[in-house]
């Protein structure tokens, strides 16, 4: 991420943090939605009948602007499904299980979380010759390696993720049952998936019974 880059992420970080008051009341009347469904780290692809969830930027209106880092303004098992498309490689490892946890609180039993990342296993399998990613994602690079570093280093991105690494992201925050998707198919339809994500994004889904601990 450049300086500027840096810089214009901290800027919508912090005006975010002092609107938070006033969108954790927007939290409470949307408490009323059913189904209730959260679109985390939404961006500019905000989502029909889902609630868009993301920092606050200029010109770019959403359903609630909230800071992902700080506690999710819902009441325990109260939101129907969870869907987050490329916002966990943008965290530490520490802090992605952190807002796992938020959601593992938040989404009733039985309740789908649908996470989405880059596909570290495919991006390596790439590097090795045994799969085409990275000449359909990242064509014209000087090199393999770098097109395979531009997912762990560029974009402010702070953590990669193969099916392994997720799946104990997800025990760890509180999930007792975590299952390889894969685009457009799953729990959660019709899909929430990215037709401009499917073909460098492993998506994974997760959810917790009744009586679950």
Known sequence: MTPRNEAAA????????????????????????????LHLGSGSNSLPGWVNVDLLSPGRPLDLYWALRRPLPFLDASVDAI??????????????????RECRRVVRPGGIVRVGVPDLDRYIASYLGRDDIIERVRPGRPSRALALGEPFFLY????????????????????????????????????????GRRDETMYVEAWSAQGDE
Do not use: N, W
């Open 156 to 195: 402010g991105h702070r953590c990669m993720y193969d099916f392994d690494t997720m799946q104990r992201a997800l025990i760890d925050a509180g999930f007792t049952s975590v299952e390889h998707s894969s685009f457009g198919r799953g729990r959660l339809q019709p899909s929430p998936d990215s037709i």
């Open 10 to 37: 901290c800027a919508k970080y912090l005006l975010t943090l002092v609107v938070m008051p006033v969108q954790r009341r927007r939290a409470r009347r949307l408490q009323s939605v059913s189904p209730l469904r």
């Open 83 to 100: 869907f987050a498309e490329h916002l966990l490689e943008h965290l530490p490892f520490p802090a992605g299980v952190g807002l796992l």
